[in-house]
């Protein structure tokens, strides 16, 4: 009832009251949203969840964003400092990916679109590589113009090159050519045997030489590059001033506890030429074989994981891709390392479309999960990333890491060249392994065609835009985790997912005009940057 003034007569709930009922809450009357068990795990739902239908809800903070840990294992036997893995996509890892990754705590797999030969010399140049030595530079020869060196320059995005007799690595050194050397030319049609800085001129070391001994010399002549050669003048390596600021100290890196090379892993099919394939990575050094299927449960799948733990036991082998429970539990029986959780949802994939199979990535990562921790497996969350907060939530429902493609494509470190768009955007190609480009280059049999008289594309090719260097990009992506991880009050991967197993990670889903609202919506226009560079 209420009085003439509009005050309220009811005296019933009086101040003194409302404080004792609430302090009688309950921590379940406190508790918002829902277990991951509770949204995944109901019989009577019948949706598949995405990354972006779910939100992660805060929890208490009590550390700061520095004492998050993302230590995670990519297998039984392999850990990483950085939840990251480059997918063997032949856009996407080669060895200059794989080495920029375990230097950043991840780890790259080196794509299987290659001959053998050149896979292996791929894991051979990763296992070799030291910080801080460019062991192979881009060369160019004498008789190139300052012209085509200008067109080199913008598609590798460097302007510093040595001057070998054909060009090559490991030919004779002639000279080094900078920036300094072409600026100012007005004929663009010179040659570089003109312009360049001879190799007299140049300090050198002999190759042997250790990388503080080559900060030393560089510091002393002030030059910002040092060819690293043999007696008889033969190059060998590149030490760039650069190069050793960025490189000296990589305390996350991804690195074997004895001997301290870098850890790689490489892609391979289920063909029984594979198994050549195996034996020559193995010869090379690869620490971890992905077997590349877009649907793992097959005869073909189950044979190889048996045959190669049989043949080389200490060989970590990442089975996949799956995305239930009984594929999962198949891969474990024959003895999987790991699996690679995904089917469909990549940015460039069409499985699901073409083929009518696949599962929405949060309920597969999930489900999977659930049942390979019981087996002490860890699993790769594999598509379906375009942040670091898909990042988190991957975490977040029980991967190990995430597996990212798209994410990492356009970085520097990426196989291929940048090209312009007629607007002006820096740009690489990017494209999916289904997609008929990358199905004539080989990876046909990762979707069992190659006996098919027509290829099916499962996937497309595109552009994606310049991204800068990996050593700028991951530092980003793992600041974003850090921050993800500890607004949920994780303060390492194993906090967090010990909050999942014990219900105290809370989540909701999310409508669409929910997932508009969590998005940058209500402007005009605006620019997204991602770092500050």
């Known amino acids: 009832m209420t009085g003439t003034n509009g005050t309220s007569k009811d005296r019933s709930r009086s101040p003194r009251k409302e404080l004792k009922v609430a302090s009688k809450l309950t921590d379940a009357d406190l508790c918002?949203?829902?277990?991951?068990?509770?949204?995944?795990?109901?019989?009577?739902?019948?949706?598949?969840?995405?990354?972006?239908?779910?939100?992660?809800?805060?929890?208490?903070?009590?550390?700061?964003?520095?004492?998050?840990?993302?230590?995670?294992?990519?297998?039984?036997?392999?850990?990483?400092?950085?939840p990251i893995v480059s997918s063997p996509m032949d856009t996407v890892t080669?060895?200059?990916?794989?080495?920029?990754?375990?230097?950043?705590?991840?780890?790259?797999?080196?794509?299987?679109?290659?001959?053998?030969?050149?896979?292996?010399?791929?894991?051979?140049?990763?296992k070799k590589f030291k910080a801080g030595f460019i062991l192979e530079p881009r060369c160019v020869p004498p008789t190139m113009t300052v012209e085509e060196l200008d067109k080199l320059k913008g598609t590798l995005g460097f302007t510093g090159f040595p001057v070998t007799e054909n060009g090559q690595m490991g030919a004779k050194l002639l000279g080094l050519v900078t920036k300094r050397d072409t600026d100012f030319i007005q004929d663009r049609k010179t040659r570089l045997s003109q312009i360049m800085t001879p190799a007299a001129n140049l300090v050198t070391k002999l190759e042997g030489c250790d990388l503080l001994e080559a900060n030393e010399t560089l510091q002393k002549s002030k030059k910002g590059k040092l060819p690293i050669v043999t007696k008889g003048g033969l190059l060998v390596a590149l030490v760039a001033r650069t190069d050793i600021k960025k490189n000296v100290d990589f305390p996350n890196a991804t690195k074997h506890p004895v001997n301290k090379e870098l850890l790689v892993a490489a892609a391979i099919g289920t063909r029984p030429a594979d198994r050549d394939r195996v034996k020559a990575l193995v010869a090379a050094g690869v620490d971890a074989v992905v077997i590349d299927s877009s649907q793992g449960d097959s005869v073909f799948q189950h044979e190889m994981v048996k045959w190669i733990k049989g043949t080389f036991p200490d060989l970590q082998v990442v089975a996949g891709n799956v995305v239930t429970k009984r594929q999962a539990q198949h891969l474990i029986e024959c003895g999987a390392d790991a699996l690679r959780v995904g089917m469909g949802i990549g940015s460039i994939c069409t499985t699901q479309e073409v083929c009518a199979c696949g599962r929405a990535q949060a309920s597969a990562v999930y489900n999977v999960a659930k049942l390979a921790r019981l087996h002490g497996v860890p699993i790769l969350a594999d598509g379906g990333i375009s942040s670091p907060g898909h990042i988190v939530k991957a975490l977040s429902l029980g991967a190990g890491a995430a597996m990212c493609g798209s994410l990492l494509a356009g970085t520097a470190e990426t196989p291929g060249e940048y090209f312009y768009s007629d607007d002006g955007k820096r740009l690489k190609r990017y494209r999916g392994m289904g997609s008929i480009d990358a199905m004539k280059k080989g990876s046909d049999d990762r979707y069992f065609g190659t006996a098919a008289v027509i290829k099916v594309a499962q996937g497309v090719s595109g552009t994606v835009q310049d991204k800068g260097s990996i050593h700028k990009y991951i530092p980003y992506l793992t600041q974003g985790i850090k921050h993800g991880m500890q607004d949920i009050g994780a303060a390492s991967v194993d906090k967090l997912q010990s909050m999942l197993q014990e219900g105290q990670l809370r989540f909701e889903l999310r409508s669409a005009a929910a997932q508009r609202e969590g998005g940058v919506h209500g402007l005009h226009s605006f620019e997204r940057k991602l770092f500050d560079s």
């Open 94 to 126: 080669e060895s200059n990916m794989a080495i920029a990754m375990a230097l950043e705590g991840g780890i790259g797999v080196i794509h299987t679109n290659l001959p053998v030969e050149t896979q292996a010399a791929e894991v051979a140049r990763v």
């Open 32 to 82: 918002d949203g829902f277990s991951a068990a509770e949204i995944f795990g109901s019989k009577t739902a019948m949706s598949g969840y995405t990354y972006d239908d779910l939100i992660c809800l805060p929890g208490h903070i009590n550390f700061g964003v520095h004492d998050v840990a993302l230590g995670t294992k990519f297998s039984k036997k392999i850990t990483l400092k950085t």
